[in-house]
């Protein structure tokens, strides 16, 4: 088998992996806690922002924000240090809503772009290894959105 077609087939092999592990064959429905961090970091502000205080330990970082505005929101995780710069929110109007993403342990701010007053919450919860689910697990939503499982 050529090499090309050999990498194709484990591409392929891993997709199907992955989405069986989102399948829930189970009729029951288990209530999954939410993990929630000990200490969460609030900010709020009207307009254009740096924000350089965010305490960041690398992993799982979470971001529910609240925008009043009538225009562009973006709010942006960079950092120099990790040479790392992510778009958490690119909305318009008047939003709210959460996203997640994975950071390296580095040193990060955010740039937030508004036209009116926002909010934002960042977390970053850890479970403990006795409160970890195991897959499969179900989720359904309208947008963007994590889920502690």
């Known amino acids: 088998m050529k090499r090309g077609n050999l990498l194709q087939m484990s591409g392929l092999s891993l997709s199907l992996a992955i989405a069986g592990c989102f399948r829930d064959d ?13 200490n969460p970091q609030l900010f709020d502000g009207e307009g254009p922002t740096i924000i350089e205080e965010v305490r960041n330990e690398g992993g799982f970082f979470a971001v529910e924000y609240e925008h009043d505005g009538d225009s562009d929101f ?9 040479s790392h710069s992510l ?12 996203w997640a993403e994975g950071t390296y342990d580095a040193e990060y701010v955010i740039e937030v772009t ?13 479970p403990s290894q006795e409160d970890v689910f195991s897959l499969p697990a179900s989720l359904s ?3 963007p959105d994590y889920a502690s499982i």
């Open 87 to 98: 778009v958490l929110v690119d909305r318009e109007g008047a939003v709210e809503g959460r």
């Open 141 to 143: 939503g309208e947008w």
């Open 74 to 82: 973006t709010v942006e995780l960079r950092s120099e240090e990790a």
């Open 26 to 38: 189970s009729d029951e429905s288990e209530q999954r806690e939410v993990f929630e961090d000990p």
């Open 114 to 126: 508004a036209t009116g007053d926002w909010h934002l919450r960042v977390e970053q919860p850890r």
